[in-house]
Structures are given as structure tokens and as C-alpha cells.
């Protein structure tokens, strides 16, 4: 059967999935155009985009009506669900990123997977609201407290599976290998603290023994992460890489967050962070380095010549106060540009697109370094790419049917015209402005209410609640 959606206006990316595998490529800023009266025909059986027509001036009989700007589903290319419990409660009194990481581990230490079921439920309804259809969970919460693993040794995972499909999103969960709390040699690092048990399996082996355990849906695929040069040991990052590699997998890893990460590497092993990858076979196209902040000029000839990625979290990078990657730097030598809440100290990609080219404007004190439309492509068909759902992230015939719609008469969005659309998304508008979100041609945001989780604040406040012992 044949769905019909007929979008007000729509950011239409020029090229057909079914011609160009590599369409990230071959869309210029230029082939990014706004478009009136587009008619979206959705295939029901796979959720596939089957037609897109323009010009189309009323909405066929039967059509499913998207009032204001529709564009490719967004991508939260990195995601830790259970963070959004510490929302407005870490911004008490001064601190640094390692006191802010001392409330997290208090917030993990209570979750169970029924609680991080219903807790992720809620925040990946959020994210709907908030136009994302899919989402990257960089997921290290493995283990009962005191690291005794469950009965089932991957329950907490598959809760943020069940979680997502509740909530009507796609889910790439990055299982996370998570093995010590520092670095010393090659061989070793230091044992885990009481909090990060729950964190480790132990060895990378036997991360990626349970790892395989892992099952893929229709709405979600499995792909693999080491949290960091500091969780796992030299020797045992091409444990990791190799796992990833076998199975095709997206991999994402945590890089040069912070200085002392890389103080620690520099003195362990006498290189960056990112040349210590680079010498394990972690880095590639398949894989992603979130935040990249403090990096060499070496390391970004690195990451932009392997074509690995960058999972840019303006808004939690700038709350835990870590800095400003070089994204530009990046870029230009080759790596992919994606997007990720992070934290959740917002879940607003709009946000996360306006803050890079905000950032980087305060650093450089020059405007324009990127296009809206460059900026929107890091928020969905770049992300999707990241997330190993190449063919998510453009309006095209063959692609899924992922659609987010933006309001173009809010206060923050009136005036400026639909041919302004892209500018008006990424530089005024909100999640708040988020009015519909289809995913796989499944319409779960319906003026601006979610449509499976039917109070999404009040099912937040009482996850949270949860957890905080009432």
C-alpha cells in the first residue's frame, strides 16, 4: 500500500538515493533547495520513499497534510539516555567536567533495566518531539552495581532498544567496550572505580563475547564503541576495531574531550589520543570520534585523511565547559560532520547545528563558516551516515521515509518566507517549533503531541522521580 504526505515546504537535497550511493558527497549547498507544495508517496510495507513530487499546489485526496518547512528526519548522532536525569540538577554551584562526572555516576549507580527502560522511553519520546527519528545510544551501562552481570548479560541494552521502538525511533545502539579508569601502559590500566563496574566486562574480549549476543530490528542496529583511550587499554583497542570491522558496524569512540586525557595518553605512550587509534586500526570511514576538542594539527591530518567522522555536542561541550573543536579544521581535511545532544542539557538539534557555526564565529570572530544547508546536513543525512543508516537523511526516492516538520509562523520562525526555510531552522528555530515527525513513514509526531507516548513531561518527571527515590 501507498502513503501520500503533502508537505506545505520542503528542503529538498537534488539526487536519488537509487543514483548515488555516496549522496552525502554529491549534494553541494547548492542542490539543497526549498520547495512548495511537495508530494512525499511512502511505500507502508518497507517505509521507503517511492515518489516526490513538487509543484504540487493542494494536497492530493487522502494525503497526510505537514503544515510549515519538512525536512529529512534529524540524527542524534550521540546519545547517553540516562543523563537526562541530571538536567538542571548539575548546574548547582561551579565545578569541572570531573565533579560534573561524579553526579552521573551517583544517577547510574540506581538504574535498573526496568527503570532505564522507562527512563529512556521518555527521553527518546523527547527527542521525537524534537524532530530527531533516529539516534546514536553510546551505551556503557552494561552490569548490576558492583559489575555482577545480569541474567540476561545484555538486558540493560535491550531496554534501550524496546525503549526506542516505544517511542517510535530508530535506535544504532554504540556498545560500549569500557574496561579501566586510566591509562598506564600498553598492556594495562588502572582497575576500574566502584561506579564504573557496571561498566566493564573486564577485558575487551569478553566485551565483545557478550556484545555478540546483540540483536539488530527493523528499527535498530547494532554497532560498537570504545568510551575512550583511557577505558581501554592499547593492546586490547583492536579487539574493538576488529569487531566492528567483521560485522561492517559503525564505530564511535570518545576523543580528546579534555586535556588531561590527552596528558595522560602523551605520558603513557608517548603520542595523542588520536595516534594511538590510528596505530590500533580504530579510525576509518566506519567510524566516528565524538567532540575531537583538543586536537593537533597531526590529528586532524589523521582523522580527515582515514575519513573519519566527527560527532560534534556543542551544548554539553560548552556546559561541562571542555571547549571548542576545530570543526572547520576538520572539515576541510576530510572528516564527515555530525551532531549529538550528549548529555541532554538541551535536546534541540537546531541548537546543536546554530552552536558549532555560533562557536566558531566567538573563536574566530569571522561570520558564515558554514551554510544553513551544511549545517542541516550535519543534523540528519551526515548523522544518519554516522549511524549506519546511509539511506536516511534526504527527501529522495529509495530513501526512508524519515520526516521532520518546523513551524514557519511561531514567533521565533515568522516573517521571514519559506524560501528562507533552511536559514529560518537552523538559525531561529527551536525543538519547540517541531510540529510533525514520521519515521518510516509512521507519523509520531502529530502536531507537536507525540502520538505513542501520549504525556511525555509527566512520563519524564516520573522516571526521574524514580530514580531520586520518589
Not at 565533579?99 to 519520546?125: G, I, K
Not at 566485551?207 to 570504545?226: D, N, P, S, T, Y
Amino acid at each position: 500500500m501507498q502513503l501520500t504526505y503533502w508537505a506545505e515546504h520542503a528542503w529538498l537535497n537534488a539526487v536519488d538515493a537509487a543514483d548515488a550511493a555516496d549522496a552525502a558527497d554529491a549534494v553541494s549547498a547548492a542542490d539543497a533547495v526549498v520547495e512548495s507544495g511537495v508530494a512525499i508517496e511512502v511505500s507502508t510495507a518497507d517505509g521507503r520513499i517511492t515518489g516526490v513530487r513538487t509543484g504540487v499546489e493542494a494536497p492530493p485526496p487522502g494525503a497526510e497534510i505537514l503544515r510549515g518547512l519538512t525536512l529529512p528526519g534529524l540524527a542524534n548522532a550521540h546519545s547517553h539516555a540516562f543523563h537526562r536525569a541530571l538536567r538542571s540538577t548539575v548546574q548547582v554551584g561551579s565545578g569541572t567536567f570531573w565533579t560534573w562526572r561524579e553526579v552521573m555516576y551517583e544517577v547510574a549507580s540506581r538504574l535498573t533495566p526496568d527503570t532505564y527502560h522507562a527512563l529512556a522511553r521518555a527521553v527518546y519520546a523527547e527527542m521525537a518531539l524534537a524532530g530527531i527519528t533516529g539516534v546514536g545510544e553510546f551505551h556503557y551501562l552494561h552490569h548490576a552495581p558492583g559489575g555482577r552481570p545480569y541474567d540476561n548479560p545484555n538486558a540493560m541494552g535491550e531496554a534501550l532498544i524496546a525503549a526506542a521502538a516505544d517511542a517510535g525511533i530508530r535506535i544504532t545502539l554504540l556498545d560500549t567496550a569500557y574496561v579501566s579508569s586510566g591509562l598506564v601502559d600498553k598492556h594495562s590500566g588502572e582497575p576500574p572505580n566502584e561506579h564504573q563496574l557496571r561498566f566493564s566486562d573486564g577485558t575487551a574480549e569478553a566485551w565483545a563475547e557478550r556484545a555478540a549476543a546483540l540483536k539488530g530490528a527493523e528499527h535498530a542496529v547494532i554497532g560498537a564503541a570504545v568510551h575512550s583511550v583511557r577505558a581501554v587499554p592499547a593492546d586490547q583497542l583492536g579487539t574493538v576495531a576488529r569487531w566492528a570491522a567483521d560485522r561492517g558496524a559503525p564505530l564511535h569512540v570518545h576523543l580528546s574531550e579534555q586535556t588531561a586525557e590527552n596528558d595522560a595518553c602523551l605520558a603513557a605512550h608517548g603520542c595523542t589520543p588520536t595516534r594511538l587509534l590510528a596505530d590500533h586500526g580504530v579510525l576509518g570511514a566506519r567510524t566516528t570520534g565524538v567532540h575531537n576538542t583538543h586536537l593537533t594539527d597531526a590529528d586532524i591530518a589523521l582523522l580527515g585523511s582515514s575519513g573519519t567522522g566527527t560527532c560534534m555536542c556543542p551544548t554539553t561541550e560548552r556546559d561541562l565547559a571542555d571547549g571548542i573543536g576545530p570543526a572547520p579544521a576538520l572539515q576541510r581535511a576530510g572528516s564527515p560532520l555530525s551532531l549529538g545532544s550528549d548529555s541532554h542539557a538541551v535536546i534541540d538539534l537546531f541548537e546543536e547545528a546554530r552552536a558549532m557555526e555560533l562557536n566558531e564565529r566567538l573563536r574566530s570572530r569571522t561570520r558564515g563558516h558554514w551554510t544553513a544547508a551544511a549545517l542541516l546536513r550535519a543534523a540528519t543525512g551526515e548523522g544518519h551516515a554516522a549511524l549506519g543508516w546511509p539511506d536516511a537523511g534526504a527527501i529522495v526516492v529509495g530513501g526512508l521515509a524519515d520526516l521532520t516538520t518546523v513551524a514557519l509562523d511561531s514567533v521565533r520562525t515568522a516573517g521571514a518566507g519559506p524560501g528562507l526555510g533552511a536559514e529560518t531552522a537552523v538559525f531561529a528555530a527551536t525543538a519547540a517549533d517541531v510540529r510533525d515527525t514520521v519515521v518510516a513513514g509512521r507519523r509520531v509526531v502529530r502536531d507537536g503531541a507525540h502520538t505513542l507516548v501520549p504525556d511525555v513531561p509527566s512520563a519524564l518527571s516520573a522516571a526521574i522521580a524514580e530514580l531520586r527515590g520518589g
